[in-house]
């Protein structure tokens, strides 16, 4: 048993290499902590291992270090490596590992471990190697070992500390609040007392975050903060209170730079702007010494570390100080930041996500390039250009991303949209900070607008924005805020000036505005329907209020315009919500938003409501719901539906937190395969192609060459990739030496020599130790076909789900999944419909577009109408499956490669050929089958044409029709062999597809007993 200091002493002083290290380090690691390595616990390498093959996110493949199954997967660098481009990598695995709730990067000095569950932050938790002598850390390998969501625990009880700390200052606050509502001498009106509390919390927060000065001797440790200064002081000089919050009131809006002779930095932003055009009520200070207690609760607050404190606390204040009961009607109400990222993350957030996946896959080995020493310089160069361009391809995207919240409120949807923009940006600086590129503050609060009714709110909204985003900066930059002194150079990351610059030119219109959201009137008093500020995203709280209660609650004229200019879009019976969702989804209709995620009541789903969702269905789709979720509304719980929806464009949908495959119109999935499980008659037929990893293609040129000499014939193989099966071959060979030794490979002297000069050539790949062999050689794929003739092979990958045969002579890619069987009947039922739907449905989407074919989910556990191997090949409808396949291959070849245009020496790359390929083919029917749908489903685009704008060659269009009767014929004799010929007139309908779904889903399990 190894202890802490002999752990950390060895490994402080190792010098091992990562390659050279990496296993004993983790293997000690469990040692330290009482638990099995992965061979003890899992010998097989089935879901704890080294070295675990992935295929990354954007294409190619690589290898995790560590791998647990459901726990994490571990990336090594060696020591004092870039850590960040180790996480870029990990993250391109991360698909391919099944999506660990952990992602762990380790130098052996430091261990980062990155939660990835949604709506928990994603920071890392950071420590070091000497900190294992420590009970903690000790405790984060334990957690990792054998209790992943401890962490998950362990955000959620910062994040709680956060919101306590908020509400135990909110309440301090509302007894503030109320003590001076009830005051009898005051006289001072709820707007008053809720401006002044404004005033005071953002000046208490910017006191914490070094944006106001210190009193007291200058570099005197003991000098207080300005507010703390003066809570200890008021009472002792008649109206000193007064005059010194004034002074500072004074200095924050801009009036003078100095307090107390010390520099205080302009604020703006409105937060010290008038209620009122000429109401002189900017600087308004009420004399809080008036108030029993108004003082000691001044000094208790200031005393509170307000750097953490969550902005939200503004709306709590707004409410507390204005009449409770005057926006009750409209639902609003103190929101939790885990509540609002249900929304924030997966309407906002998951777009963005995946943009950066792709640019960190491919930035990762470009970065690795650019830090090697032995990088040529005109490969660095052309890597620093690339990195350069893929760093402003994702901050640009940030920045130009716009969010609008339409019933805003005091602004907490946008401040937790802020704060989900920012830590990406914090994301990708961080990848990209060996570059060295100069700062640039990318995302801002000038990309957050907003529309609130109440005008109080509104000015709120503004400024909880900006606190949200300074607290951002504050926490990113280690806490220490830069700001402008026109007695000094400005830092590189100095904070704007004004600080709050919410406009860039005095012009500008506000982006946050106080208004009505759904219904205004012009200056004749006519009703119409409002635009909203341009955005990309729209997520927020509006207001909820039932069809009965419109009129005594808004007035009857009002529910009657309403009714009016909505006519025909909104059911009369409908709550007030519904209406932010029909203006949401028709600007999604227009193609001005992509996305939105609103709250809504959980009726929306019953009645009138519903006919909302049943239009958001017709003109787009409906991504995320949650149905019944509990909710706090004026301290009362209640139940209400979160609801994500676009054009159709997002392919991933989560209800009630589960991944389905379809959400309809009553926020309910379609049929549910994830119960459906590998069959065991299906097992050992489908396999993954050969993995490279070298020198080893060749063009038809050499190979030729090389098969001048018989005995090559059995190492040198035409080379198939996806891109071969679904367009032209590209005629490639590829040498594979199968699992031959040393020895016998040296025997084939040319090709062997070949290689091994390839190999010397090499810069970017390492050599490994069996460097003769493919890195993975496929042996059981090479097993299982070595008695057939031919076999079946897909893409991983592919927009079309196409079936191919190869002969057996063919080395398959990596990127294909291949069959070994050779008979029609088997090739026909993986290209049927029926087997098609399955597939789509229980696969994934490759970047959220292309579906991908995973054999152990899409085949697997596929019911065939006979299990492999026990097929009754006498019986009619195997013969008629047979025969409908044999006939679908042969004229789709033709179509591929006319005798006469072959007969002629036309080449792959010939015009008369080029066009001639499957996947050209597969969009021709795509869209010949749309041709057939009603009129207004083709103008949704449905069937492929008109939505994503393929270009149809006229070679493929004219054959479509004659491949649709060849897929209708081969479907019909599939159906027939399940005994389901009722199904066949409705396929490709949405009650039709669900049925065989329900259908095949039933045989699964009784398949699988």
Not at 158 to 184: G, I, Y
Request: glycine residues 6%; aromatic residues 10%.
């Amino acid at each position: 048993m190894i202890t802490p200091r002999d752990f950390v002493d060895r490994w402080g002083q190792s010098a091992l290499r990562e390659q050279q290290g990496s296993q004993s380090h983790f293997n000690e690691l469990c040692q330290l902590v009482g638990h099995k390595t992965p061979t003890q616990i899992d010998p097989k390498g089935e879901f704890f291992t080294f070295e675990e093959q992935v295929q990354k996110a954007t294409g190619g493949s690589g290898r995790a270090d560590v791998w647990y199954k459901g726990h994490f997967a571990w990336e090594y660098k060696g020591k004092h490596k870039d850590l960040d481009a180790a996480y870029a990598q990990l993250s391109a695995y991360r698909g391919s590992l099944g999506n660990p709730p952990l992602l762990v990067v380790c130098d052996f000095l430091e261990y980062r471990i990155y939660p990835q569950w949604p709506n928990i932050s994603g920071q890392p938790i950071i420590f070091r190697n000497e900190d294992l002598l420590e009970k903690t850390a000790q405790n984060y390998i334990q957690w990792l070992l054998n209790d992943p969501d401890k962490f998950r625990e362990l955000r959620q009880s910062e994040l709680e500390r956060r919101e306590q700390l908020t509400l135990k200052l909110a309440d301090r606050f509302a007894h503030l609040t109320d003590s001076m509502r009830q005051h009898p001498e005051t006289g001072w009106t709820p707007m008053q007392i809720a401006r002044f509390l404004t005033k005071l919390v953002f000046a208490l927060f910017a006191e914490d975050v070094g944006l106001l000065p210190k009193l007291g001797r200058k570099n005197d440790p003991d000098a207080l903060p300005a507010l703390r200064y003066i809570a200890e002081r008021a009472g002792e000089v008649e109206d000193s209170f007064m005059f010194a919050m004034s002074d500072l009131f004074r200095a924050m809006d801009g009036q003078t730079n100095q307090f107390m002779m010390q520099y205080v930095p302009y604020f703006n932003g409105g937060i010290f702007a008038e209620s009122a055009p000429g109401a002189d009520d900017g600087l308004e200070v009420l004399d809080l010494t008036l108030i029993p207690e108004g003082i000691s609760i001044l000094r208790e607050v200031s005393a509170a570390d307000w750097r953490y404190v969550n902005p939200t606390i503004f709306g709590t204040l707004f409410e507390g100080a204005l009449d409770a009961g005057k926006r009750a009607q409209l639902g609003a109400h103190y929101t939790g930041e885990s509540d609002i990222r249900l929304v924030v993350e997966p309407v906002l957030m998951q777009p963005l996500y995946r943009l950066w996946d792709e640019i960190r896959a491919e930035a990762e080995p470009l970065l690795q390039s650019w830090l090697a020493q032995g990088t040529p310089p005109r490969q660095r160069q052309d890597a620093q250009d690339r990195l350069k361009n893929l760093h402003d391809q994702i901050m640009t995207r940030l920045e130009q991303t716009r969010v609008l919240d339409p019933a805003c409120g005091s602004g907490n949807f946008l401040y937790m949209s802020l704060r989900a923009l920012k830590d990406l940006e914090a994301q990708a600086r961080k990848f990209f900070e060996p570059l060295a590129l100069p700062f640039r503050d990318v995302v801002t609060p000038r990309q957050l607008y907003g529309i609130e009714k109440d005008e109080f709110a509104a000015n709120l909204a503004r400024v909880v924005v900006w606190i949200g985003y300074l607290q951002w900066r504050y926490e990113d930059e280690g806490g220490t805020l830069h700001v402008h002194n026109p007695r000094k150079a400005d830092h590189p990351r100095a904070l704007p000036n004004p600080i709050l610059k919410d406009k860039n030119t005095p012009d500008e219109p506000d982006r946050i505005i106080c208004a009505d959201a759904i219904l205004r009137y012009d200056a004749e008093g006519k009703p119409y329907e409002p635009e909203w500020p341009e955005a990309d995203v729209i997520v927020g709280n509006p207001p909820f209020l039932g069809a009965k209660w419109m009129q005594s609650e808004l007035g009857e004229k009002y529910k009657t315009d309403l009714w009016n200019v909505y006519d025909g879009r909104i059911n009369g019976t409908s709550d007030l919500v519904t209406y932010w969702f029909e203006k949401s989804r028709a600007l999604i209709e227009k193609h001005t938003v992509k996305r939105t995620g609103l709250l809504a009541t959980n009726t929306i789903r019953q009645g009138g409501s519903a006919e909302v969702l049943k239009r958001i269905k017709e003109t787009g789709d409906i991504f995320l719901a949650y149905t019944d979720h509990p909710w706090t509304l004026k301290g009362a719980s209640l139940r209400v539906a979160l609801v994500g929806f676009d054009d159709g464009t997002e392919t991933e949908r989560v209800l009630n937190g589960e991944s389905v495959v379809e959400i309809v119109t009553d926020l309910a999935a379609s049929v549910d395969l994830t119960s459906a499980e590998a069959l065991q008659e299906n097992l050992n037929i489908s396999f993954r192609g050969h993995e490279r990893g070298g020198p080893f293609l060749v063009n038809a040129a050499k190979a030729k060459d090389f098969l001048q000499e018989s005995e090559n014939a059995s190492i040198v193989h035409p080379w198939y990739s996806g891109q071969d099966l679904v367009g032209r071959s590209r005629d490639e060979w590829v040498i594979d030496f199968g699992d031959r030794e040393l020895e016998e490979a040296e025997k084939y002297k040319k090709v062997f020599s070949h290689l091994k000069t390839e190999w010397d050539k090499e810069t970017d790949t390492i050599r490994r130790e069996k460097w003769w062999l493919h890195r993975r050689s496929a042996g059981d794929l090479r097993t299982a076909i070595k008695a057939l003739n031919r076999f079946i092979a897909t893409p991983l990958v592919s927009k079309h789900r196409l079936f191919v045969w190869l002969d057996v002579k063919v080395r398959p890619d990596t990127r294909l999944i291949a069959f070994s069987r050779s008979d029609d009947y088997f090739f026909g039922i993986l290209h049927s419909f029926i087997h098609e739907i399955w597939a789509l449905r229980k696969g994934a989407q490759h970047g959220g577009e292309r579906p991908t074919y995973n054999n152990t989910l899409c085949f697997e556990t596929f019911p065939f109408p006979y299990p492999p191997g026990k097929e009754d090949v006498n019986s009619p409808v195997h013969q008629a499956i047979s025969v409908a396949a044999k006939q679908l291959n042969e004229e789709r070849e033709l179509w591929l490669n006319p005798p006469e245009l072959v007969a002629l020496g036309a080449g792959a790359d010939s015009p008369a050929l080029r066009e001639r390929t499957l996947t050209n083919l597969y969009n021709a029917l795509v869209a010949h089958r749309a041709d057939s749908l009603p009129l207004a489903m083709r103008e949704r685009g449905q069937g492929g044409e008109g939505k994503n704008g393929e270009r149809i060659s006229k070679v493929a269009r004219d054959f479509a029709p004659r491949l649709a009767q060849l897929h209708d014929t081969l479907d019909k004799a599939v159906l027939a062999a399940y005994g389901w010929d009722d199904l066949f007139e409705r396929l490709r309908t949405h009650e039709g597809d669900e049925e065989l779904l329900r259908r095949l889903l039933a045989l699964n399990r009784a398949r699988a007993g």
